[in-house]
């Protein structure tokens, strides 16, 4: 899917606007990446099925933005997009994932030390030739610092949210060829880790070196490490890493199994098949030389004793007991995941009100389409005029429109409920007056500014808010972003107990672009 590709086109686009101070165009392609991110369709199929004019009517994509589109689909590339990346020889993605740094900083930092890339900005920093430029100072040379080593720390591994539907695509190709039985994804991308180092699929055939060509040449493949009739190894262009194993019907519930992991999972079960005189492989269970199970995960978590936990809590926290506790029909026995379906709303959402993508009329059509019962329309208040906050005046206008639409939507049973994501300022104060917030339905807070307060200090402030009777969630209480910055200094127990104190409900945040 080409979809991916275009939105990270359009976000450095917007960079490269922000960069030159342009005027409403930035949000504008900010607001095409978003719409291409979480479309759910092929872009490709789209143009495809009904031209120019189908890719117009997507949200948010207008002609000059579709032309674009249709540019790269055709050539693969996109001449305003290179005529950008010819003026500013920057690598903006590696630059603007440094906390604080932003396109105009990225700018500047070319202009005056030819700075194009993580190596180059290290390199200024740790000479202290940042912290004499206009607007940074030595406060934000050494924030840079901090920024770049956790950068370190996280490179190599991928946001599972970014990688999922290149995932799919691939496992969707291979389940396409005749010659391929049974086909899975493996590893953390099965357990669905936050962030994925690489990617195992595991597949049935009876014609392995068919697949495997057919594995080693799809789109993408930049360099295939090895090919065999068991294994191969290939890179992607993102530098993502793939293995595709085959093995033999009777392995793949065991193979499966273990390539599935964790690490620290498969060392229990292969104890406790050593406890009952087994030996547990990617093969099989085998008693002796004969094997006894390993067709299906079923079979071979049964053998074992245990019901089959599922794959997103393989991680040796108490999974193995439970499972062991429900097979014997004791009580606490394993969890039952909270699926899609479970979900009858969501409580934290942005409008066009404040930057968002779509109006809360489009928002409300599409999560009553999605079977919801409510939604809450949470846009950020005053204090972040970069994300166009809403002061108290605005916040009655939205009001108003809610109520308007409430009452044209009542008829199938959805509401619209009106919150807002106020700011938690640094004294631990709220952005908006109390009398405002007591005309909402409820209200979310959050730290969005001064991150780097004590440990002591950021305590107090969150638990200050969370005492204020009208808000009822603090949004990302830790300020952790995958990839992105580590969590500020907070003492989570306290928190923890002054939320079940205060009844204050503590969000927790996920950011996938594909849920389904």
């Known amino acids: ?10 976000y450095e686009i917007a960079d490269f606007l922000e960069m030159e101070e342009v005027a409403f165009k930035p949000q504008a392609y900010r607001k095409a990446a978003l719409a291409l991110e979480t479309l759910g369709e092929d872009i490709e199929e789209i143009y495809q099925r009904g031209g120019q ?23 693969g590339k996109i001449k305003y997009y290179g005529d950008y990346k010819k003026k500013y020889p920057v690598n903006m993605a590696e630059l603007t994932a440094v906390e604080g740094l932003g396109p105009k900083m990225v700018r500047d930092l070319y202009a005056k030390l ?16 940042i912290r004499d430029l206009f607007n940074f100072g030595e406060t934000t040379e050494k924030n840079i610092l901090q920024s770049i080593k956790f950068l370190k720390r996280s490179k190599g591994r991928f946001l599972l949210g970014d990688i999922l539907p290149r995932v799919r695509e691939i496992e969707d190709n291979l389940k396409s060829l005749k010659e391929v039985e049974e086909v899975s994804v493996c590893g953390s991308v099965r357990r669905r880790k936050e962030t994925i180092g690489d990617v195992d699929f595991l ?53 499966l199994q273990y390539f599935t992991g964790s690490k620290e999972h498969n060392i229990q079960t292969r104890k406790i098949a050593q406890a009952k005189g087994l030996k547990l492989n990617e093969y099989g269970v ?10 299906t995960e079923q079979e071979v978590y049964k053998i074992l004793g245990m019901e089959c936990p599922p794959p997103e809590i393989r991680e040796n926290r108490g999974e193995i007991e439970a499972a062991l506790r429900q097979a014997q029909s004791k009580p606490n026995g394993l969890p039952r995941l909270v699926e899609l379906k479970d979900i009858r709303g969501d409580l934290h959402c942005h409008s066009k009100w404040d930057g968002g993508a779509n109006s809360i009329s489009e928002m409300a059509k599409t999560a009553m389409k999605m079977g919801y019962q409510y939604l ?24 108003k429109e809610i109520d308007r639409l ?63 009777p009208y808000i009822k969630i603090i949004s990302h209480p830790t300020g952790r972003i995958l990839k992105r910055r580590d969590e500020y200094q907070i003492d989570i127990d306290k928190v923890l107990r002054a939320a079940r104190e205060t009844k204050t409900i503590l969000e927790i945040t996920l950011f996938l672009k594909d849920w389904t």
């Open 203 to 255: 597949a049935v055939t009876k014609s392995p070196d068919k697949v495997m060509d057919f594995f080693c040449s799809l789109p993408g493949i930049v360099k295939v490490w090895g090919k065999g009739r068991t294994k191969s190894s290939v890179r992607l262009t993102e530098g993502l890493g793939m293995d595709l194993r085959v093995v033999p019907r009777k392995s793949y519930g065991s193979a």
């Open 114 to 129: 030819k700075i194009k890339n993580l190596k180059d900005l290290e390199k200024a920093a740790r000479a202290g030739k």
């Open 376 to 399: 809450g329309i949470t846009d950020h208040t005053k204090f972040l005029k970069i994300e166009h906050g809403l002061d108290e005046k605005q916040l009655a206008q939205q009001g």
């Open 286 to 295: 085998f008693r002796g030389k004969k094997q006894v199970a390993g067709k």
């Open 1 to 10: 899917m080409k979809n991916q590709e275009l939105a990270n086109i359009f």
């Open 53 to 75: 004019k189908a890719v117009e009517e997507i949200p948010s994509i207008g002609k000059n933005i579709a032309e674009k589109i249709i540019e790269y689909l055709k050539t």
């Open 406 to 468: 409430n009452f044209q939507f009542s008829i199938f049973n959805f509401q619209i409920l009106q919150g807002c994501e106020a700011n938690i300022l640094n004294n631990g104060s709220i952005d908006i007056k109390d009398e405002a917030l007591k005309k909402l339905d409820y209200a979310i807070a959050g730290v969005h500014s001064n991150m780097k307060m004590t440990k002591e200090k950021m305590t107090e402030r969150i638990i200050r808010a969370m005492k204020n």
